[in-house]
Every structure is written in structure tokens, then in C-alpha cells.
């Protein structure tokens, strides 16, 4: 027997959680280094053409790591997509959250 439906169980989109556009925080984790930020804000301001507000945040406990934290007006669901995406990829980040 399956189951039961539950509509929370349903992924959902963002899309269908936010309005666009909207401000939205977001966490840059990667290995401290002075440029860090610098590539954040490149990221955002040069390769996606969006205006941020970023700083530097926590570091780890042994130092190792850095967030970088990043308020961003999000014009689309497409650009939330392509933030996480391309963001993992950038040098010197582990993890966009």
C-alpha cells in the first residue's frame, strides 16, 4: 500500500516559493584567503551584472575556512539557479548556500 499524498512532501521552485524579483542572502564558503570576498563580488558584479552587498563572515574554528556573506537583489528564478550553479564553481569556493 503507498503512501498517502502530502503536498509538503513536493519539492517545490523556487519559483513557486518567491516573488521576483526579491533580496536574497547568500553564504559563499571556501578556503580563507584575503581575495575571497573579491571573487564574490566579482562574481556578482561583473559575471551576472548585479549590484551586492557583500562582507566577510565567519571563519572556522581552525581557520581553514571563510564565509563570505552576500545580499543580492535576484531579478529571476533563472539568476537563483544560475547563482548556485556557477557560484560553486568559482575559485577558492566549497559551497553556496
Same mark, same amino acid.
Given at each position: 500500500m503507498s503512501a498517502p499524498f502530502n503536498p509538503l512532501n513536493q519539492e517545490k521552485t523556487f519559483g513557486e516559493l518567491l516573488k521576483f524579483p526579491t533580496k536574497v542572502k547568500f553564504k559563499f564558503i571556501g578556503v580563507n584567503s584575503s581575495n575571497l570576498k573579491l571573487i564574490v563580488e566579482s562574481f556578482f558584479n561583473e559575471d551576472l551584472k548585479l549590484t551586492v552587498e557583500a562582507k566577510e563572515g565567519n571563519k572556522s *574554528?581552525?581557520? #581553514?575556512?571563510? *564565509?563570505? %556573506? /552576500? #545580499? =543580492? #537583489?535576484?531579478?529571476? %528564478? %533563472?539568476?537563483?539557479? +544560475?547563482?548556485? +550553479? %556557477?557560484? /560553486? #564553481?568559482?575559485?577558492?569556493?566549497? +559551497? =553556496?548556500?
Open positions: *574554528t581552525n581557520g #581553514k575556512y571563510l *564565509t563570505v %556573506e /552576500a #545580499k =543580492v #537583489k535576484v531579478p529571476s %528564478e %533563472e539568476v537563483m539557479y +544560475r547563482i548556485y +550553479r %556557477e557560484g /560553486a #564553481k568559482l575559485p577558492d569556493i566549497l +559551497r =553556496v548556500l
